[in-house]
């Protein structure tokens, strides 16, 4: 809760998330974290964080020669087509094979085993070969 670094909107999303908690358990860091929605995570990509980027945010992608904006758009995608599918919303529109190449450029820029696992373990795209 750095007031510093999180604009007014992350603050108000950290609020939320802590306010969700099982207070039985007690309000941990790791809690408010997994707390948090991927709009929150996308949202750190935006240019508001530039300099957490620069300082931070970018060693989260050693695999990746890119910069803040390379993350921005994809992410932001792939936190409308999540909250498409998380909300069973019509999916016709949507560019269902190109969400799952992002989703494995960046993992790949995260962690290249982790790119060819999931990209192993995918039926996407031939689910989508198959027209259904």
């Known amino acids: 809760m750095d007031f510093d670094i999180l604009q007014p909107e992350g603050v108000k999303q950290v609020i939320v998330a802590v306010e969700r908690l099982d207070r039985g358990k007690g309000i941990t860091r790791s809690r408010v974290i997994a707390g948090v929605s991927f709009g929150f995570w996308a949202g750190l990509f935006s240019n508001h964080y530039e ?3 620069r ?6 992608f050693p695999h990746g020669s890119i910069v803040r904006k390379d993350l921005t ?3 932001r995608l792939l936190q ?3 909250n498409r599918v998380a909300h069973h919303d019509c999916l016709l529109k949507q560019d269902i094979g190109q969400r ?5 450029k960046i993992a790949g820029w995260i962690d290249p085993d ?3 696992w999931l990209s192993e ?3 996407i795209h031939a689910l989508l070969a198959t027209k259904p």
């Open 80 to 82: 409308r087509f999540r």
């Open 51 to 53: 300099e957490l980027w």
């Open 55 to 60: 300082q931070e945010l970018r060693y989260a």
């Open 114 to 116: 982790a790119q060819t």
């Open 73 to 75: 758009q994809p992410m």
């Open 121 to 123: 373990r995918s039926r």
């Open 100 to 104: 799952a190449d992002d989703m494995l």
